[in-house]
């Protein structure tokens, strides 16, 4: 495992989108796992500026999103397949028929995750799966103490994933109780990862999760277990480890 410091959320921002712009440049057609919430926002806007430069292609790419609010259609504000269309898709030359978000709002849901993990097979899987952490430890949506082994699926949130992600809705009541997240599976067979944490907030549970031991009651923990790792992470992220 490669962990690399960033003195603040600008710089971990900018180290995070030089290792996918690397990826893109050096194997056009990548398939990139993609992840939501605050901590990537400056990496896309990273990505946006420099493809407005000129210096990267998006036109080969494929992408799959790690997760989706059940009962959020794609045109909701606060569903990830509008954060994802609002914060990069839109800005870059990615064909919108080669981005993929799970349907969190499928009649059949069991199909629905079925689908979503035949489709990352045809793709030939992930070459390079972004993460974020989550105050549970929690990757994609899977959250303390599911199985490591198990496919996209439906989760119900805990509270304090609720809690987390209110600053996103009106108030607490407003978040959703379930979404489809990418198994641990799928992400673990991804070729690389790249795990993304700023602020102090995150500071223990990173620090659990990559010198603690591999338990589902931190799901990030499992990514000690995968042989390319990247974390990137800023300076308050990794008080506790440094
Ligand atoms: C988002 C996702 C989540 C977030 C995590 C951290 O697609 O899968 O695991 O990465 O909740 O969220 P932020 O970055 O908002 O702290």
Partial sequence: MNILW???????????????????????????????GSTPLG????????????????????????????????????????????????????GPENTNVPDGM???????????DRLIESLGGIDLQLLGIGSTGHIGFNEPNEDFDKKTHKVRLKQATIDANSRFFE??????????????????QAKKILL??????????LCRSLFGPVTPEVPASILQMHPCVTVVADDAALSVVL
């Fill in 6 to 36: 960033a003195p603040d959320y600008p710089a971990m921002s900018r180290k995070a989108a030089n290792i996918i712009s690397a990826q893109v440049i050096l194997k056009p057609d990548s398939v990139l796992g993609l992840a939501t």
């Fill in 171 to 188: 108030s607490a009541d407003a978040v959703p109780r379930f979404a489809v997240t990418m198994g641990i599976k799928a992400m673990m």
């Fill in 196 to 205: 993304i944490a700023s602020g102090e907030e995150k500071a223990e549970v």
């Fill in 106 to 116: 499928a009649a059949d849901l069991d199909a629905e995750c079925e689908r979503y």
């Fill in 43 to 94: 990496v896309y806007r990273q990505l946006v500026d420099w493809y407005g430069k000129g210096d990267l292609d998006f036109s080969r790419v494929h992408s799959v999103n790690l997760d989706e609010y059940v009962g959020l259609p794609p045109d909701h504000s606060r569903s990830y397949s509008y954060y994802m269309r609002n914060y990069f898709f839109s800005h870059v030359n990615i």
